[in-house]
């Protein structure tokens, strides 16, 4: 148990740098603890996913949670008083900054707002801390290649940075890609990722919420509709986009939909999928050199700015990758729980939530992989959603060094940046036709399968496509070795691939 007293931090913290300026040569860089050795972990940001982080950490040996860092207080007493009553004391931060200098935590997990993941991450390896951060690991490409390029540099010095895509971890998810690339049912033609998860209305607000002396503090709501009572710096929350007007009914989680601070559902939920889709793809080392994506906000006006549905097309070679995104029900606007639409590969109904990874001879569907027929032929064992994720980042950080590839945050990377070029495509869209997507897809067979789909669920929810068109991004080039788009679209997608940062929040150098 963590029963040291508080009194000693405090005094620590006083003393200590509030900014970023200097971490790295004020701290030493963790040696290895050791296969026997207690790890010693704070989580940043547990409103939500960091929940199942403080859980995951406290089931294994060997780990002590010694300090909570969140920009609530409300959020941040709450668990504190949670922890109290297992008899562990931990330390309680608002502040990520003043966290990462505490000599006494050796690591940091971090399940914060998409806008700050790689600000804190690049912050906590500044001060000598291990690292592991949840999906999207960045909020736009340029950001997530300093992080990746940070990580490199302080894993010399023995330190560990994690993405936090579970079915990396998945022993069943290994035994399918293993099955794949050796060739049991032919070469790979089309790797598909979806998710059919319903997405209702946001909201709207009559006036935004303004910060008083950067703070938001009132009632807001919570995802079941209830009120929710926030006490935030909002300063650190916005770091670096800035304070500016809260427009939204639901503070902690609708800010996903706004692209200030989240990437849609294509990079929310999308990781994920996206990430097992190049997987099966071999991990092209290089992002694609093309990139279209398509979609809009159905079925009500909301404070929400991102696609509730969305389709995207990579051009991997030689074989491309598909994303489909539903947020819409399968008919009626009928929000019934569990009543989502349903694709099918032939007979074969499609999972929800996953992965199709379609090669010459049959497809593998999650768990199980079908001959062209439909007919099953192999089903993968120790199938799961990566139970051991946090364990595996556990024993690296003891370890001083990865224990599997799979876990290097390069991967995070790319399946963030694949959902940020896709969304850079659909932001630069115009309203088009129905047919005209389907001229754009006519040598496309799976493409244009998907998309009748695609088109079929909007009528079902009875929306008018001639009224409600689709907005359709462009084919955008792109230099997969500089990073940079290309072509005619080329300035206006370079500015979308990074952001302002404000002075006070812009990245370490590493």
Known sequence: MHTHTQTSRRTFIRGTVAGTAGLVASRAFSAPIGANGDVRVAVIGFNSRGQGHISNLQRIPGVRLVALCDVDSNVLTREVANQAKKNNTVTAYTDYRKLVLDPEVDAVTIATPNHTHTLIAMTAMAAGKHVYVEKPVCHNIWEGRQLVNAAEKVAKKGLVVQHGMQRRSSPGWQQAMDWVKAGHIGKVTLSRGINYKARNSIGTVAAPTEAKDGVIKGMFRTTSGKPQNVDVDFKLWAGPRGIQPVQREQFHYDWHWQWAFGNGDI???????????????GNP??????????????????????ANNQMAFWAYEPA???FDNRGLPMKDMNWTKGFEPVFRVGTTAAPRIGNVIHCEGGFVAEAKAYD???KTIMKFDDFDEGADHMLNFINSVRAGKLINSNLHVAHGFHAASLAHLANISYRLG??????????????????????????QNLVDNKIDLNVDKISAGPWLEFDPVTEKFTGEFAEEANKLATENYVDEFKLPTI
């Open 267 to 281: 990079g929310n939920q999308g990781p994920h999928q996206i990430d097992v889709a190049r997987w099966a793809l």
């Open 285 to 306: 080392e290089l992002l694609p050199k093309r990139v279209m994506s398509f979609g809009g906000r159905w079925g009500y006006k909301d404070d929400g700015e991102t």
């Open 320 to 322: 491309p990758m598909i």
């Open 372 to 374: 062209n027929e439909g």
């Open 430 to 455: 115009k309203a088009v036709s129905v047919d005209e997507v389907r001229e754009r897809l006519k040598n496309d067979k799976a493409g244009l399968e998907t998309f009748e789909h695609f088109v």
